[in-house]
């Protein structure tokens, strides 16, 4: 199979709306994530175009968990909209810190959380595909394929990821590094191969935010 194959095949079926619309939610996430890495916080308003961009998107290839990390995106982008605006500086930068004992437990929470609630989804997927009826369906959790599973564990992973970044925690990216490297093998294999080289660029930004992270400890 050819890179042409990879990348360009799956798009031989799309609209050029759709295409277009996945570039859009492509950019505005990396232009996000370039204001993460210079701690300025314009990284919400770009990043809420992105996520709501990805929520359709996702939602139409059947990516429940990351359709739903999406949506939590788009509301914790707003939360932490609001905490970088009572810390920023006169150019729009905040001050970053290191994780505590007690956020530790907390984003342990949250992801055991996540895991379960993004798994239940799976398991009445059958039902949502179904117009949300149970008739003639079978509900759990055997119509999963590997790429499914790998997004109950990202959607989980990124979840985390957010919650410790709107609370300017370093280790943040240690959470985005590891799940950005799972879905780009993920996209590929759903046909998304504008959001696959998207998340590429992310690893390599991910870990060029956690450098800079570091040197501005607080």
Same mark, same amino acid.
């Given at each position: 199979?050819t890179l042409?194959?990879?990348?360009?095949?799956p798009?031989?079926s799309?609209?050029?709306w759709?295409i277009?619309?996945?570039f *859009?939610?492509a950019?505005f996430?990396?232009?996000?994530?370039?204001?993460s890495?210079?701690k300025?916080i314009?990284?919400y308003?770009?990043g809420?175009?992105?996520?709501?961009l990805?929520?359709?998107?996702?939602?139409?290839f059947?990516?429940l968990?990351?359709c739903?990390?999406?949506?939590?995106?788009?509301?914790?982008?707003?939360?932490?909209?609001?905490?970088?605006?009572k810390?920023?500086?006169n150019?729009?930068?905040?001050?970053?810190?290191k994780?505590t004992n007690?956020?530790?437990i907390?984003?342990?929470i949250l992801?055991?959380?996540?895991?379960?609630?993004v798994g239940l989804?799976?398991?009445f997927?059958?039902?949502?595909d179904n117009?949300f009826?149970t008739?003639?369906?079978q509900?759990?959790l055997?119509?999963?394929?590997w790429?499914?599973?790998l997004?109950?564990?990202?959607?989980s992973?990124f979840?985390?990821g957010?919650?410790l970044m709107?609370?300017?925690?370093?280790e943040?990216?240690?959470?985005?590094?590891?799940?950005d490297?799972? *879905?780009?093998?993920?996209?590929?294999?759903k046909?998304?191969?504008i959001t696959s080289i998207?998340?590429l660029v992310?690893t390599?930004m991910?870990i060029?935010g956690w450098?800079?992270w570091r040197k501005n400890?607080?």
């Amino acid at each position: 199979m050819t890179l042409q194959d990879i990348f360009l095949q799956p798009y031989q079926s799309y609209t050029n709306w759709e295409i277009a619309l996945e570039f *859009c939610a492509a950019f505005f996430g990396v232009l996000s994530v370039y204001f993460s890495i210079k701690k300025n916080i314009w990284v919400y308003p770009t990043g809420i175009i992105s996520t709501v961009l990805y929520v359709y998107i996702l939602f139409r290839f059947g990516l429940l968990g990351d359709c739903m990390i999406n949506i939590y995106y788009s509301i914790m982008s707003i939360y932490g909209w609001i905490l970088w605006s009572k810390n920023i500086d006169n150019q729009l930068h905040i001050s970053v810190q290191k994780t505590t004992n007690n956020d530790k437990i907390v984003a342990t929470i949250l992801f055991v959380i996540s895991i379960v609630l993004v798994g239940l989804v799976y398991y009445f997927k059958p039902a949502i595909d179904n117009h949300f009826s149970t008739k003639g369906v079978q509900l759990g959790l055997s119509h999963l394929d590997w790429a499914n599973w790998l997004d109950v564990f990202t959607t989980s992973l990124f979840l985390v990821g957010m919650w410790l970044m709107a609370k300017r925690k370093v280790e943040n990216w240690i959470f985005w590094i590891i799940g950005d490297i799972i *879905c780009i093998p993920m996209m590929l294999y759903k046909g998304l191969g504008i959001t696959s080289i998207q998340y590429l660029v992310f690893t390599v930004m991910a870990i060029q935010g956690w450098r800079e992270w570091r040197k501005n400890l607080s």
